[in-house]
């Protein structure tokens, strides 16, 4: 096993967790916002295209951790 690709494998497998952490941040500050009297629509559509953006994102960061899964097996990340 190449040591730069477990590296990189390990990278995009923590950039996984990260976006979902943050997505799920994003869904409870949505519903937060959406109960407040103040809020605009503006807002509010600001943090859904943050949330698609970010999903969209993670999506291919997915499919990536895939291509590592296939290339490198599951044993060479410890921290999933």
């Not at 500050?29 to 859904?48: F, G, K, Q, Y």
């Not at 951790?65 to 990340?77: I, K, M, N, T, Y």
């Amino acid at each position: 096993m190449s040591f730069v690709l477990e590296t990189h494998q390990q990278n995009v497998a923590n950039a996984v967790h990260q976006y979902h952490a943050e997505i799920s941040e994003i869904e409870g500050h949505l519903r937060l916002r959406a109960m407040a009297n103040d809020v605009s629509d503006r807002e509010l559509e600001l943090l859904r295209r943050l949330k698609n953006e970010k999903a969209e994102i993670l999506y291919r960061y997915e499919n990536l951790r895939e291509a590592f899964r296939v290339l490198l097996g599951d044993h060479s990340v410890a921290a999933e």
